[in-house]
């Protein structure tokens, strides 16, 4: 990749990259005849919408507005999950979703005429909860005492309400198939004799599909044994595998500071609007050409643009010391980024681009004061 090409601060998403895991992610549909579809709360850039729907068959979105972005930009199939629908915005829902999971039974009771009045089929699935999650975040763990995600064992009967099609969990976040076995166990303890009533079973996201270490033969033996014992259609909805590790974020060093005795080198970007989940997980970034820190070696703190005290993330050392000017490339910035980024203090959001096959830089959109305002009234 040439920086030389790519305007500062840029998101920038490598298209061999992409297709090297679609092609990855489509072998575990060939073979198993599963559904994987892209979760676009993970992914969203539907400047690439034409390369995903060469592999995958749809989207799956968290609203409407995810639900209408799937419909009129990557096509195929939609599927729709929220914990709880809009009187005002359902018949529009309808409009673009296929398949619409429910986090409660009273909500599908509440919508179910809707549907089933509507001209076109929709399918109604139920998320469940097994009550057993290995995210060890609580943000992020959907299983925690307290959860509003999903119904429990002992709020369903033995019969499956009439008209749902489909349950639903979502347990997972970037982990692999040996963790999502053992959370099938729990699944069919507590919903194995409903799984027998409906045609299809919804694994949700969180499947690190595309990481190097990834048992693909493993999921593939899960997948076929679930349709052989419940003869079911297995749904997956990734959104980091993706666009895993398929481009960066790449930056500036504006400026280099001593702050009693750390050096800081703030950049054209901000940690918290343009990487919040590096905050919100937390985590810390890779950075091209640096590694965690090493004693005798140039080490830098980045800070960012905003007034947040907390808008930094570190330490990093290099080879040698920066200097400003100096290109940073935060890595694997895809997935999780564009979908989150603010305009807090009035912060110019990065471009968005895509380096080419056939290595050439294309700028997608840049992005300027008019983001800012629409935001506000």
């Avoid at 590694?291 to 643009?305: Q, V, W």
């Amino acid at each position: 990749m040439n920086y030389s090409q790519i305007p500062s601060p840029c998101f920038v998403l490598e298209e061999s990259l992409l297709r090297k895991n679609l092609e990855k992610i489509n072998q575990i549909q060939v073979r198993t005849g599963a559904k994987v579809i892209l979760a676009l709360k993970g992914f969203a850039m539907f400047s690439v919408a034409k390369l995903v729907r060469e592999y995958l068959p749809g989207t799956t979105a968290s609203g409407l507005h995810e639900a209408r972005l799937g419909f009129e930009e990557f096509g195929g199939e939609v599927h729709a999950y929220s914990p709880a629908y809009l009187d005002s915005e359902f018949d529009e829902l309808m409009q673009y979703a296929d398949h619409i999971s429910f986090n409660s039974v009273s909500q599908y009771e509440k919508f179910k005429s809707r549907i089933n009045s509507n001209s076109k089929k929709i399918y109604s699935f139920l998320r469940i909860n097994p009550q057993y999650s290995e995210v060890e975040t609580d943000l992020y763990n959907p299983c925690i005492a307290g959860s509003r995600l999903g119904v429990t064992a002992n709020q369903l009967s033995e019969i499956i309400p009439e008209g749902i099609e489909g349950l639903h969990f979502h347990t997972l976040c970037e982990k692999d198939s040996h963790t999502l076995e053992r959370t099938l166990e729990h699944v069919f303890e507590k919903f194995g004799h409903l799984l027998h009533q409906v045609k299809y079973l919804n694994m949700g996201g969180g499947h690190s599909l595309t990481q190097k270490d990834y048992d693909i033969d493993h999921l593939v033996g899960l997948i076929n044994k679930i349709k052989e014992t419940y003869n079911v259609q297995v749904i997956l909805e990734p959104g980091s595998a993706v666009a895993w590790e398929t481009g960066v974020l790449r930056t500036k060093v504006l400026d280099i500071i001593d702050s009693q005795g750390i050096n800081v080198a703030i950049i054209d970007a901000s940690i918290s609007a343009h990487m919040p989940d590096c905050i919100e997980m937390p985590y810390k970034a890779r950075i091209e050409g640096a590694t965690d820190s090493i004693e005798g070696k140039p080490t830098y703190k980045f800070g960012g643009l905003t007034c947040l005290a907390g808008d930094h993330m570190g330490d990093y050392s290099f080879d040698k010391p920066l200097k400003i000017g100096d290109d940073i490339a935060f890595e694997d910035m895809m997935h999780y980024t564009m979908v989150k980024t603010l305009t807090f203090n009035g912060v110019k959001l990065p471009s968005i681009g895509i380096w080419k096959e056939n290595n050439t830089f294309q700028l997608v959109k840049e992005f300027g004061y008019e983001e800012y305002r629409n935001r506000l009234s």
